[in-house]
């Protein structure tokens, strides 16, 4: 199993980003998705997850409108599309895979992790 995201780097504070994670080894269209974050000297924190059929759930407090999951089963990636960044969206990017639903909680039960990818949100 695999997961490899690509796509952080540094970005001005309002700036955009593109996070994409490819996946394989498992069957990806049976698997909700998800992105997690860990800021420096905190702990990890859930950002977004997406099941196979499209629903999807955010931690709405944080990024709430400004940022997005998206998947492409054909493709065996998902996506988090990352808008008017701030500072505080700095952080080690990770993907996340686990098998069925989004469960009654989707920050938890992940089985499958990807590295991570920096971004850095600074002028």
């Known amino acids: 199993v695999q997961l490899v995201e690509s796509g952080g780097g540094l970005v001005q504070p309002g700036g955009s980003l593109r996070l994409s994670c490819a996946a394989s080894?498992?069957?990806?269209?049976?698997?909700?998705m998800g992105w997690f974050r860990q800021a420096p000297g905190k702990e990890r924190e859930f950002v977004a997850a997406?099941?196979?059929?499209?629903?999807?759930?955010y931690d709405t407090d944080s990024v709430k409108g400004r940022f997005t999951i998206s998947r492409d089963n054909a493709k065996n990636t998902v996506f988090l599309q990352m808008n008017s960044l701030k500072p505080e969206d700095m952080a080690v990017y990770y993907c996340?895979?686990?098998?069925?639903?989004?469960?009654?909680?989707?920050?938890?039960?992940?089985?499958?992790w990807g590295q991570g990818t920096q971004v850095t949100v600074s002028s």
């Open positions: 997406k099941d196979w059929i499209g629903r999807f759930t």
């Open positions: 080894g498992f069957t990806f269209s049976s698997y909700t």
């Open positions: 996340a895979a686990k098998p069925g639903g989004l469960g009654r909680d989707p920050s938890h039960d992940y089985h499958y």
